[in-house]
Nanobody, 123 residues
Framework: QVQLVESGGGLVQAGGSLRLSCAASGRTFSRYATMGWFRQAPGKEREFVAAINWSGGSTLYPNSMTGRFTISRDNSKNTVYLQSNSLKPEDTAVYYC???????????????WGQGTQVTVSS
């Protein structure tokens, strides 16, 4: 099993920044796993935010997220990060990290999920 624990969410004013963390552990967790971030706002489907391959040498973002969100990882700590800048009220959502085997943007590619961390951006 793999456990993913997100942290770093909270309330921030529009234009502010947050750094989310996701710590991975578990007997079957592989340091070679792709890590991804998704988010889900109330009443909306879960959407892809960013992903990073095992080495950190390749990243993937949807066009709408490019420039404001940066994913990174520290394999020595089994932790992936999401730096979120210039936050907008529409970024308010629960942010989830997930692990998979390929650098993809679709939910089905990710096998294990964390419980999520709430990000609220006030106007």
């Amino acid at each position: 099993q793999v456990q993913l624990v997100e942290s770093g969410g909270g309330l921030v004013q529009a234009g502010g920044s947050l750094r989310l963390s996701c710590a991975a552990s578990g007997r079957t967790f592989s340091r070679y796993a792709t890590m991804g971030w998704f988010r889900q706002a109330p009443g909306k489907e879960r959407e892809f935010v960013a992903a990073i391959n095992w080495s950190g040498g390749s990243t993937l973002y949807p066009n709408s997220m490019t420039g404001r969100f940066t994913i990174s990882r520290d394999n020595s700590k089994n932790t992936v990060y999401l730096q979120s800048n210039s936050l907008k009220p529409e970024d308010t959502a629960v942010y989830y990290c997930a692990t998979g085997s390929r650098l993809r943007s679709t939910r089905d590619e990710y096998e294990y999920w964390g419980q999520g961390t709430q990000v609220t951006v006030s106007s």
